[in-house]
């Protein structure tokens, strides 16, 4: 297992090599000047500009200020934001559980749903029933995030009034954030109807967010179900008398969910990245809106931070699930297939 780890680690280097170049080059071909945008309204001279120019270090060559971008990676430092002047490090912890929280209702709404899904149209193979959830499951993949997100929003906040249109708790709450993940804050504040609050602000943007993974969880877990199911074992169960249930349960599901757990982590990645487009639609105050606010404002340390640390957070989910499924299947880490 150590050697199946140090190889994956190998791996990793010219992966994060690649993606600092990747943070640090595509935020400078965004056309635009980051002082001005930093100044706002305010008119500066030649002079003036120049001056900011040099205290921020953006006069020097492109290489020399890659190396300093590196030489601060490498000492745990991810820069200071060009706008707020604030450490990027303490945005981050600040927005960072707003993201996560996003994502595990996102993901718990997925995976409970695309199980049942999966299993009942594997179960009733060929019946309306699973040509119903493949068709739906087709179409929730392929649905475009911006314009899901804001059907719901026109039809359940606007039409219906089931839910608030934006944000993670009302106004009318004033939560103190002790953990920074809203639900846990308002039910701890003891303010009545705060909880019910965060929880209606989470439904919509957890619902878009979780739509493409519940579709892929759904189809995983039916195609590994089908798979399953025509195993000897699981007639063996059959012919022995156990209940159908305990068969699929006990028997089916298990074995089923080996590929079903990697693609659910895979997807898990692919969530805590920053949800960019559900987090702009919806207003949510996490990773993805602060990176698109940042790329608007032309503040480069942030974008660099935000792209870097959504690549590692991606890339560590994928390493645990690579050892998972390497402890499940030791063929793996003996490199056999």
Same mark, same amino acid.
């Given at each position: 297992?150590l050697?199946?780890?140090?190889k994956?680690?190998?791996?990793?280097?010219?992966?994060?090599?690649g993606?600092?170049?990747?943070?640090?080059?595509? *935020?400078?071909l965004?056309?635009?000047?980051p002082?001005?945008?930093?100044?706002?309204?305010?008119h500066?001279? #030649? @002079?003036?500009h120049?001056e900011?120019?040099?205290?921020m270090g953006?006069d020097? +060559? =492109?290489?020399?200020? %890659?190396?300093?971008?590196?030489?601060g990676l $490498?000492?745990?430092d991810?820069?200071?934001? =060009?706008?707020?002047?604030?450490p990027?490090?303490?945005e981050?912890a600040a927005?960072? +559980?707003?993201?996560?929280?996003?994502a $595990? #209702?996102a993901?718990t709404f997925?995976?409970?749903?695309?199980?049942?899904l999966?299993?009942?149209a594997?179960l009733k193979?060929g019946?309306? !029933?699973?040509?119903?959830?493949?068709g739906v499951?087709?179409?929730?993949?392929?649905?475009p995030?911006?314009?899901?997100?804001l *059907?719901?929003?026109?039809?359940?906040?606007?039409?219906l009034g089931?839910?608030p249109v934006?944000g993670?708790?009302?106004v @009318?709450?004033?939560i103190?954030?002790?953990?920074?993940f809203? !639900?846990?804050d308002s039910?701890?504040?003891?303010?009545e109807g705060?909880?019910?609050?965060?929880?209606?602000?989470l439904?919509? +943007?957890? =619902?878009?967010?979780?739509?493409?993974?519940?579709?892929?969880?759904?189809?995983?877990?039916r195609?590994?179900?089908?798979?399953v199911?025509? @195993?000897?074992?699981?007639?063996?169960a059959?012919?022995k008398?156990l209940?159908?249930a305990?068969?699929?349960?006990?028997h089916? $599901?298990r074995?089923?969910l080996? +590929?079903?757990l990697t693609?659910?982590?895979?997807?898990?990645g692919?969530?805590l990245?920053g949800a960019?487009l559900?987090?702009?639609?919806?207003?949510w105050?996490?990773?993805?809106?602060? $990176?698109i606010?940042?790329?608007a404002?032309?503040? %480069?340390?942030?974008?660099?931070a935000g *792209?870097?640390i959504?690549a !590692?957070?991606? *890339?560590?989910?994928n390493l645990?699930?690579d050892l998972?499924y390497g402890?499940?299947?030791?063929?793996?880490?003996?490199?056999?297939h």
């Amino acid at each position: 297992m150590l050697g199946f780890l140090l190889k994956r680690l190998a791996t990793l280097v010219p992966t994060l090599i690649g993606i600092t170049l990747v943070a640090f080059g595509l *935020i400078r071909l965004v056309p635009g000047d980051p002082i001005e945008v930093m100044m706002g309204e305010r008119h500066l001279d #030649a @002079e003036q500009h120049a001056e900011l120019v040099h205290r921020m270090g953006l006069d020097q +060559p =492109l290489p020399v200020q %890659y190396w300093h971008y590196v030489k601060g990676l $490498l000492h745990g430092d991810l820069g200071q934001s =060009l706008v707020s002047r604030e450490p990027v490090s303490k945005e981050f912890a600040a927005l960072f +559980p707003a993201t996560v929280e996003l994502a $595990l #209702a996102a993901l718990t709404f997925a995976v409970v749903l695309g199980l049942l899904l999966g299993v009942a149209a594997a179960l009733k193979r060929g019946s309306l !029933l699973d040509q119903g959830v493949m068709g739906v499951a087709t179409v929730g993949y392929s649905m475009p995030v911006f314009w899901w997100g804001l *059907i719901l929003i026109m039809w359940c906040s606007v039409t219906l009034g089931w839910t608030p249109v934006s944000g993670r708790i009302s106004v @009318e709450y004033d939560i103190e954030r002790v953990t920074g993940f809203m !639900l846990i804050d308002s039910a701890l504040s003891g303010q009545e109807g705060a909880f019910s609050s965060a929880l209606l602000h989470l439904v919509l +943007p957890g =619902l878009v967010l979780g739509t493409s993974t519940l579709a892929v969880v759904a189809r995983m877990t039916r195609s590994s179900m089908l798979e399953v199911l025509r @195993e000897d074992y699981v007639r063996t169960a059959r012919a022995k008398g156990l209940s159908p249930a305990r068969v699929v349960v006990v028997h089916a $599901l298990r074995n089923a969910l080996i +590929p079903v757990l990697t693609v659910v982590g895979l997807q898990t990645g692919s969530l805590l990245a920053g949800a960019v487009l559900t987090e702009t639609i919806f207003s949510w105050p996490g990773i993805g809106k602060w $990176l698109i606010d940042s790329i608007a404002r032309r503040d %480069y340390p942030v974008v660099q931070a935000g *792209i870097l640390i959504s690549a !590692l957070t991606f *890339i560590g989910v994928n390493l645990i699930v690579d050892l998972l499924y390497g402890v499940v299947n030791p063929r793996i880490r003996g490199g056999g297939h």
